[in-house]
């Protein structure tokens, strides 16, 4: 324990007191799901009808009114939707007939049609984001005229009304990281002058401790120095049901009444105050609104890894959400963070019940964010996804081992969801997404399938793709050729649409930005495949039911040893090894077809070890290669999230709530009035402190018998005083 901190600590600040205000408490309810049980006719009828609503200005909203027509974006988003739809058909029906002509007649008829379909599916799903990120492209250049802009408001005031609190749920998390991106976030907000309308709330489902002690510590410090002091709140949950969502969930049951808006930020969201202001003022300006969806910028950690998907997503994926924004519109995604959300209706709305049935995809919703989305906008309110909102920020899982981790729990959990695209009164766009987000793990095994279909017609069906000299048809070159280029199109027009705006110079110079984009594309080609087969398994997991782990990624880099790699690789790079020793024997030819698969998943170990490597990302940033806006001229709100985590005092543990009598009377304090003394709960904490006093060693507490202690304060007040009580009187023995 640092003690020269806690003397400073105990001589400058007072406990705060109470964790959280006084509830208001309001109603939540999740309706079950209906599913199939309707008429196809009630399942076509769309919320397309919607609802309105308008409001007085400073007044609080009310419900919406249903609407004569639809309004202009509307109508310019279903002309788009159709648009790319007809582009995404044309282009996989031309790709789908030139394969039919180069695939022979074969024995096996039903192979063949099947490998033929297999590819028109999949050749949809890589056209579909190459035709979004054009349309993002077109964003970026001429801009777009219907969608949500955040110069669309400037400075006005405030309604005094419209009160916003920001919520931050977190379990298990580094402590120290997560709150210094949450006071960088607090003092840039108190900068503003409109500090006045936001309290902030920790959410913590932390089951640890170690941990839950030093989150108390964190607060009590954030509140002491921070510019909102006694505006920012702690909460702990003593049951932990329905994970984040169940967290946000209870705050809304019991705060939620108290506010117009809330910004939901995960445990690594850094946000600006201007940008915090910006999105009230958003809302204020549009009624209708019910979800205003930020597009955060990935920063922060120094892994080869890191830097490439950080680099990646200014590259290429301001592309992608731009192409998004422009066919969805008011029908956009929500990502469960950085964002801001309309209380009231969400509360009526987005309640989530159970699904029904036994086994992974049942029980209750994991990805809850694309199903609250579809709710919101079931309500009659819009979901907008407003991309050049500057000052939001998220940090990537440091590693390919971490990044599969966060992917597993999103497999289940987009797969999960899609159960509910038959749900009665969803918008079409919202059962698409639905549709999309399983896609987006079910293209795996299918990828898979395909690649090893191929191989297998190659070696035993009679040479269904090349001749016999083994020469490479054109119109089979041809296909390679498109698919390569739909691949690698986003990130050449992002790296014009970079140039054309001559912002070059913020990612190093044009010539460090083009060896950057080739570096990031080559290793997104090397981990395609391994995330392929991760994918895969995932999705076997999740159809079988099987276990799934939930454990927070680390909000810090830390590098991966060969042996771990190893055990998470090595049964996937041995069986990769013992088919292409197959392969070579059997048909030696056929391994240029598995190659670009194969490769890559032999070399699956060094390549998770190397990339996770924060020397070698720093040597990157040194030649200026990966470079991002972010590293190039940070912002202030940046660079003092970064400075607090360098300057952040070791962690507090649970012993310090004893020893250290700041700590001590912060969590005492932070319960509130709570009586817990009385009954059998009472009974049997006097029983536990009586054992803890018998043998004086509270190391050998359980964690749950910590965590009692940490939030019943007249339990850990009588243990402190007999602990003290006990010490006095042994010090007394000995001097006599």
């Given at each position: 324990?640092?003690h020269?901190?806690s003397?400073?600590v105990s001589a400058d600040?007072?406990?705060p007191g109470?964790?959280?205000?006084?509830?208001?408490?309001?109603?939540m309810?999740a309706q079950?799901w209906r599913g199939f049980?309707?008429?196809?006719g009630d399942?076509?009828?769309?919320s397309?009808?919607?609802?309105g609503?308008?409001v007085?200005?400073?007044?609080?909203?009310?419900?919406p009114?249903?609407?004569?027509?639809?309004?202009?974006?509307e109508?310019?988003?279903?002309?788009?939707?159709?648009v790319?739809?007809?582009l995404?058909?044309?282009?996989a029906?031309?790709?789908?007939?030139l394969?039919a002509?180069?695939l022979?007649q074969?024995?096996?008829?039903?192979l063949r049609?099947?490998?033929?379909?297999?590819y028109?599916?999949l050749?949809?799903?890589?056209?579909?984001g190459?035709?979004?990120?054009?349309?993002g492209?077109?964003v970026l250049?001429r801009?777009?005229r219907h969608?949500m802009s955040?110069?669309?408001?400037?400075?006005e005031?405030?309604?005094?009304?419209?009160?916003?609190?920001i919520?931050?749920?977190i379990?298990?998390?580094q402590v120290s990281?997560?709150?210094?991106g949450l006071?960088?976030?607090?003092e840039?907000?108190?900068?503003?002058?409109a500090s006045?309308l936001?309290?902030?709330y920790?959410?913590s489902d932390?089951?640890?401790?170690?941990?839950?002690?030093?989150?108390l510590?964190?607060?009590?410090e954030?509140r002491?120095?921070s510019?909102?002091?006694?505006?920012?709140?702690?909460?702990?949950?003593?049951?932990r049901?329905?994970?984040?969502?169940?967290?946000?969930?209870d705050?809304?049951?019991?705060f939620g009444?108290?506010y117009?808006?809330m910004?939901?930020?995960?445990?690594?969201s850094?946000?600006?105050?201007?940008c915090?202001v910006?999105?009230?003022?958003?809302?204020?300006?549009?009624?209708?609104?019910?979800?205003l969806?930020?597009?955060p910028?990935?920063?922060?950690?120094?892994?080869?890894?890191?830097?490439?998907?950080?680099?990646?997503g200014?590259v290429?994926?301001r592309?992608?959400?731009?192409?998004?924004?422009?066919?969805q519109?008011?029908?956009?995604?929500y990502w469960g963070?950085n964002a801001?959300i309309?209380?009231?209706p969400f509360?009526?709305?987005?309640?989530l019940a159970?699904?029904k049935g036994?086994?992974g995809l049942?029980?209750?919703?994991l990805?809850?964010?694309?199903v609250?989305?579809?709710?919101m906008?079931?309500?009659?309110?819009h979901v907008?996804?407003?991309?050049?909102?500057h000052?939001?920020?998220e940090q990537?899982?440091p590693n390919l081992?971490?990044?599969l981790?966060r992917?597993?729990?999103?497999c289940q959990?987009n797969?999960?969801?899609?159960r509910?695209?038959a749900?009665?009164g969803?918008?079409?766009?919202?059962?698409?997404m639905?549709?999309?987000?399983?896609?987006?793990?079910?293209?795996?095994?299918?990828?898979l399938?395909?690649?090893l279909l191929?191989?297998?017609?190659w070696?035993?069906?009679?040479?269904?793709?090349?001749?016999a000299?083994?020469?490479l048809?054109?119109?089979?070159?041809?296909?390679?050729?498109?698919t390569a280029?739909m691949?690698?199109?986003p990130r050449?027009?992002g790296?014009?649409a970079?140039?054309?705006?001559k912002?070059?110079?913020?990612?190093?110079?044009?010539?460090?930005?083009?060896?950057?984009?080739?570096l990031?594309?080559g290793l997104?080609?090397?981990q395609?495949p391994v995330?392929?087969?991760?994918?895969?398994?995932?999705v076997?997991?999740?159809?079988?039911?099987?276990?799934l782990?939930?454990?927070?990624?680390?909000r810090?880099?830390?590098?991966?040893g060969w042996?771990?790699?190893?055990?998470r690789?090595m049964?996937?790079s041995?069986?990769?090894a013992?088919?292409s020793?197959l392969v070579?024997w059997?048909?030696p030819?056929?391994?240029?077809?598995?190659?670009?698969?194969?490769l890559?998943?032999?070399?699956a170990v060094?390549?998770?070890?190397l990339t996770?490597?924060?020397?070698l990302g720093?040597?990157?940033?040194?030649s200026?290669?990966l470079?991002?806006?972010e590293e190039?001229?940070?912002?202030?709100v940046?660079?003092?999230?970064?400075?607090?985590?360098?300057?952040?005092a070791?962690?507090r543990?649970?012993?310090?709530?004893?020893n250290?009598?700041w700590?001590f009377d912060?969590?005492r304090?932070?319960?509130?009035?709570?009586?817990?003394?009385?009954?059998?709960?009472?009974?049997?904490?006097?029983?536990?402190?009586?054992?803890l006093?018998?043998?004086?060693?509270?190391?050998r507490?359980?964690?749950?018998?910590?965590?009692?202690?940490?939030?019943?304060p007249?339990t850990?007040?009588?243990?402190?005083d007999?602990?003290a009580a006990?010490?006095?009187?042994?010090?007394?023995?000995?001097?006599?």
């Amino acid at each position: 324990m640092d003690h020269d901190h806690s003397t400073r600590v105990s001589a400058d600040r007072s406990a705060p007191g109470a964790s959280m205000p006084r509830m208001n408490r309001g109603s939540m309810v999740a309706q079950p799901w209906r599913g199939f049980t309707r008429s196809l006719g009630d399942l076509l009828v769309g919320s397309l009808a919607g609802l309105g609503r308008l409001v007085q200005p400073g007044a609080r909203a009310v419900a919406p009114e249903p609407k004569a027509a639809p309004e202009a974006w509307e109508l310019a988003a279903k002309a788009r939707r159709r648009v790319l739809l007809g582009l995404v058909a044309l282009s996989a029906a031309g790709a789908t007939a030139l394969l039919a002509t180069v695939l022979p007649q074969h024995e096996s008829a039903w192979l063949r049609n099947l490998q033929i379909g297999l590819y028109a599916l999949l050749f949809a799903w890589v056209s579909a984001g190459f035709f979004t990120a054009m349309m993002g492209f077109w964003v970026l250049w001429r801009g777009d005229r219907h969608a949500m802009s955040a110069a669309s408001v400037g400075n006005e005031p405030i309604h005094k009304g419209a009160r916003t609190a920001i919520i931050m749920p977190i379990c298990n998390e580094q402590v120290s990281t997560v709150f210094a991106g949450l006071r960088a976030t607090v003092e840039s907000l108190a900068a503003t002058g409109a500090s006045s309308l936001f309290d902030v709330y920790v959410l913590s489902d932390t089951n640890d401790p170690e941990i839950r002690a030093a989150e108390l510590a964190a607060w009590a410090e954030l509140r002491a120095e921070s510019g909102l002091a006694d505006r920012i709140y702690y909460r702990w949950r003593t049951i932990r049901t329905k994970r984040k969502a169940g967290n946000v969930a209870d705050f809304c049951r019991r705060f939620g009444r108290d506010y117009r808006y809330m910004v939901v930020l995960d445990a690594d969201s850094v946000m600006s105050g201007d940008c915090l202001v910006k999105l009230v003022r958003l809302m204020e300006a549009n009624p209708n609104a019910g979800i205003l969806q930020t597009a955060p910028q990935a920063c922060g950690l120094d892994t080869v890894h890191a830097r490439s998907q950080q680099f990646s997503g200014r590259v290429a994926g301001r592309l992608f959400t731009a192409g998004m924004q422009y066919w969805q519109l008011g029908e956009s995604h929500y990502w469960g963070h950085n964002a801001i959300i309309r209380v009231e209706p969400f509360m009526k709305h987005c309640g989530l019940a159970p699904l029904k049935g036994h086994g992974g995809l049942s029980g209750e919703i994991l990805s809850h964010d694309f199903v609250e989305a579809a709710l919101m906008r079931r309500a009659g309110y819009h979901v907008w996804l407003v991309h050049d909102l500057h000052g939001s920020y998220e940090q990537q899982p440091p590693n390919l081992l971490e990044e599969l981790q966060r992917d597993r729990r999103w497999c289940q959990g987009n797969l999960q969801n899609a159960r509910l695209i038959a749900e009665p009164g969803l918008h079409g766009v919202h059962r698409a997404m639905l549709l999309t987000g399983a896609l987006a793990y079910l293209s795996a095994p299918l990828w898979l399938a395909f690649v090893l279909l191929g191989a297998g017609l190659w070696m035993f069906g009679g040479h269904p793709v090349f001749g016999a000299a083994r020469e490479l048809p054109v119109e089979m070159a041809l296909l390679w050729f498109a698919t390569a280029v739909m691949l690698a199109m986003p990130r050449v027009m992002g790296v014009a649409a970079i140039v054309m705006t001559k912002q070059q110079h913020r990612y190093g110079g044009t010539a460090a930005l083009i060896q950057g984009a080739l570096l990031e594309g080559g290793l997104s080609v090397l981990q395609a495949p391994v995330r392929m087969m991760a994918h895969t398994l995932f999705v076997i997991v999740a159809l079988t039911g099987l276990k799934l782990d939930w454990k927070s990624p680390p909000r810090e880099a830390s590098d991966i040893g060969w042996a771990d790699a190893a055990r998470r690789f090595m049964f996937i790079s041995g069986g990769v090894a013992l088919l292409s020793a197959l392969v070579l024997w059997v048909q030696p030819q056929a391994t240029l077809w598995l190659a670009p698969m194969g490769l890559p998943l032999l070399l699956a170990v060094p390549l998770v070890v190397l990339t996770s490597r924060s020397g070698l990302g720093q040597r990157l940033l040194a030649s200026k290669l990966l470079l991002t806006p972010e590293e190039h001229s940070a912002p202030t709100v940046l660079r003092r999230a970064w400075a607090h985590a360098r300057r952040a005092a070791p962690l507090r543990q649970f012993r310090d709530a004893l020893n250290d009598p700041w700590l001590f009377d912060v969590v005492r304090g932070a319960m509130g009035p709570r009586n817990t003394g009385w009954g059998s709960r009472g009974k049997a904490r006097r029983l536990l402190v009586k054992g803890l006093l018998a043998d004086q060693d509270t190391e050998r507490l359980s964690k749950a018998d910590r965590m009692r202690l940490l939030s019943e304060p007249q339990t850990i007040v009588r243990l402190r005083d007999q602990l003290a009580a006990n010490a006095s009187l042994v010090r007394t023995e000995r001097r006599a």
